[in-house]
Nanobody, 123 residues
Framework: LTLVESGGSLVQPGGSLRLSCTAS????????IAWFRQAPGKDRSGVAS????????LYGESVKGRFTVSRDNVQNTVYLQMNSLKPEDTADYYC?????????????????WGQGTQVTVSP
């Protein structure tokens, strides 16, 4: 399984971005998917996670109400819609896949990781 993130960019505060995580080599429909982020000098933190069928989601406190995770198992892709972006959202964003039963933001439970995409929020 290979995961590839895309959609990262430079955006102004208050703007929006949609990140994509596309899988190859295997299907995603039996995997829980999560987004994590890591800012320079900081630890990796959980952003959002989505269940295998998309019915259940989990968000980190700092992004609740602003970010939305969704998935299209036919397209083998998971999305992260990010609205009302703030400078503190600046980070490298990674998607991860795991054979788990429910959404979780514990990075150790994910066995597959993408290479990341950079998001910069700045005037």
């Amino acid at each position: 399984l290979t995961l590839v993130e895309s959609g990262g960019s430079l955006v102004q505060p208050g703007g929006s971005l949609r990140l994509s995580c596309t899988a190859s080599g295997s299907t995603l429909d039996d995997l829980v998917i999560a987004w994590f982020r890591q800012a320079p000098g900081k630890d990796r933190s959980g952003v959002a996670s989505i269940s295998r069928n998309g019915d259940d989601t989990l968000y980190g406190e700092s992004v609740k109400g602003r970010f939305t995770v969704s998935r299209d198992n036919v397209q083998n892709t998971v999305y992260l819609q990010m609205n009302s972006l703030k400078p503190e959202d600046t980070a490298d964003y990674y998607c991860a896949a795991g054979r788990w039963l429910s959404p979780t933001l514990s990075p150790g439970l994910y066995g597959f990781w993408g290479q990341g995409t950079q998001v910069t929020v700045s005037p």
